[in-house]
């Protein structure tokens, strides 16, 4: 896609950002589009479902429970699946020896059992963990899951050869040398040959851990420990059509437009605690247009958005005005943000990178991202509110949400003076072609620090390429990216889960980087290895709050929101709630479909 010239989006986006706040600043007033708060529709009610549980009683059993998106799954495998909404939908069709409760808000972000019988019996040491199978745990054939198929499941994230995309956690904490070489190349007759990982009987799994990492069972209620059939392994294939271990199986699937579950006849709902398995089927269809997908979720042919980024500007604005009562405005686990790669002059200078975060209006980029309702509250340090240690608003080093939330000229010109350019200088901001609203950030940016002398030109480049292009940091340093607009949220609601890509040194990588920043700092690095050796809860949220004031004390990033969205919930769905366990998602394993009074 071509670079194109945008200079009219910006008081677009914030115009609508306006038109937005007035229509949700009705609804929280208890305005509605049918003047009753919804009972026309049988909609639950405006906020029903954000970290609270919408029609709760009325789930029944059957039906089919369609999902409408705007983009495919990066993959349908269990160990490559990186998107969140991938991880969301996958325990449709795989278990994991623990996943993420049930319910609705902070609760949902705590462990419970699943193929397991209970949490970890954990070593005095943090180094051995062991679970032992349920009962009547069952492939989609009737054969039992054994611990063998956990092990096999979990191997194949050494593949990265063949499996490359999904997260690496499990890889790097068991064999942190990289002795493995994944089950393809495993030269033992069963293939089961990390050490790591002991089956002494089909019933028990034992995972032996070089190092204590407090943060494990985390990592194990990732959907990349889930288990895997040997000889139903069809490598680069298998995200196809996945074998299933859980209520649902894959009945067809044509990618990049619809994919149907169906029941799995031999999931027993004795055997597991956590799903409820209402709908009888479900299915995904994928649209090119996103407008084009609102108005089909807002006329009622689909009951929700599985990608779960809000609905699109014209989408929301109608929906606004007329649905009221079909909409969530959760809080996501993610933080949209500028980051400032160390490699490009004049950013490998603290005082440079400080200047642009005071030039900064603060409240601009707020409206370009959507206004404080659809945008969210403005960031003012770089650890989301759903990990523990996160201290919000509170901790604002900057005050970008105070003194100085419209810009600080003056400090930002102290700033430059104290890094040898008075006269400020000129740098690129990177940002994706496929985001507008990320495009409408960058202009406000570009706005604004011109104002204090710093000149920034806007590269937009190819959005699907993200991993290659500022991924690189050669490529960063050839394009004299100085400025790099992007978002993170939590593989898991932990400093690590969050933070470790980001700011650890150890991350730094030549291609698929996220240290855009270059962070090599030892007190971070450090503060990481104390929170991974720890074991006290406590604890781990203290050094989790520290680790972030490092990270803002260096002025490495500017923050932008703590982000927000406008998701569609159908009058027909029951049993909805947003969770912090998928960064305020609505969870998909217990949806079902409104029983008719």
């Known amino acids: ?11 677009q986006a914030m115009a609508a950002a306006a038109v937005v706040a007035a229509l949700l600043t009705t609804a929280a007033c208890g305005g509605g ?100 199978l349920r009962d009547d745990v069952t492939w989609e054939d009737g054969k039992p899951i054994t611990s063998k198929d956990v092990k096999y499941g979990i191997e194949r994230v050494w593949a990265q050869d063949v499996l490359a995309g999904g997260p690496v956690y499990l890889k790097d904490v068991l064999d942190p040398k990289g002795e493995y070489k994944g ?16 089956t002494p009987d089909d019933k028990t799994i034992v995972f032996k851990l070089p190092k204590a990492n407090s943060d494990f069972e985390e990592m194990l209620a990732l959907i990349s420990a889930s288990p895997v059939r040997q000889d139903k392994d069809t490598k680069s294939k298998y995200g196809l059509r996945p074998f299933s271990s859980g209520p649902y199986k894959f009945e067809s699937y044509e990618p990049g437009k619809s994919l149907k579950l169906v029941r799995n006849e031999n999931w027993k709902q004795s055997s597991d605690p956590v799903r409820k398995a209402y709908p009888d089927a479900i299915t995904i269809n994928f649209f090119t247009n996103a407008n084009d997908m609102d108005q089909r979720l807002i006329n009622g042919d689909y009951h929700l958005d599985i990608n779960q980024t809000g609905m699109s500007p014209q989408g929301r604005t109608t929906a606004l005005k007329q649905h009221k009562e079909n909409l969530d405005n959760p809080v996501s686990g993610y933080i949209r943000y500028a980051v400032f790669p160390q490699s490009v002059k004049p950013f490998d200078n603290e005082h440079c990178r400080k200047a642009v975060i005071y030039g900064a209006d603060h409240v601009s980029l707020q409206t370009a991202r959507g206004g404080p309702i659809a945008g969210g509250d ?44 008075p006269n400020g200088f000129k740098t690129t901001i990177a940002v994706r072609n496929n985001k507008p609203v990320e495009v409408a950030t960058a202009e406000s940016l570009q706005a604004s620090l011109k104002k204090v002398g710093i000149q920034a030109e806007i590269d937009q480049y190819d959005g699907s390429q993200t991993s290659g292009i500022i ?34 040194s150890s991350y730094i990588l030549e291609s698929g980087n996220n240290n855009y920043a270059l962070i090599k700092d030892k007190a971070i690095d450090g503060l990481f290895d104390d929170y991974v050796n720890t074991l006290d809860d406590a604890e781990k949220t203290k050094i989790a709050t520290e680790i972030n004031h490092k990270v803002m004390e260096g002025g490495y990033y500017l923050p932008f929101v703590f982000e927000k969205f406008i998701n569609w919930r159908s009058s027909d769905l029951a049993n909805v709630y947003t969770s912090d366990g998928y960064s305020g998602m609505y969870d998909f394993v217990n949806l079902g479909l409104k029983a008719s009074k």
Do not use: H
């Open 471 to 504: 991924g690189s940091p050669s490529n960063v340093v050839k394009k004299g990216y100085g400025i790099i607009i992007m978002g993170w949220g939590p593989d898991f609601p932990t400093v690590q889960g969050y933070g470790l890509p980001l700011w650890d």
């Open 183 to 198: 089950p393809y190349k495993d030269t033992s007759k069963d293939k089961l040959g990390l050490k790591a990982i002991e």
């Open 378 to 421: 403005i960031g003012t340090n770089m650890l989301p509110p759903s990990v523990p240690g996160a201290e919000g608003q509170k901790y604002d080093p900057f005050e970008i949400a105070g003194a100085n939330k419209g810009g600080n000229a003056a400090k930002a010109k102290e700033e430059l003076k104290a890094c040898g350019k």
């Open 1 to 11: 896609m071509t670079t194109q010239r945008t200079s009219g989006r910006r008081k």
């Open 33 to 132: 589009g049918n003047g009753d708060g919804g009972s026309k529709t049988g909609a639950a009610g405006f906020d029903a479902a954000n970290n609270k549980v919408a029609q709760a009683d009325l789930a029944k059993k059957g039906g089919t429970l369609k999902f409408a998106g705007a983009q495919d799954a990066d993959s349908w495998d269990t160990t490559r699946g990186y998107y969140g909404f991938m991880w969301n939908f996958a325990r449709y069709y795989s278990r994991q020896l623990v996943t993420n409760k049930a319910e609705p808000g902070k609760a949902g972000a705590e462990l419970t059992p699943d193929l397991a019988t209970g949490l970890a019996e954990v070593s005095d040491d943090g180094k051995t963990y062991t679970y032992t």
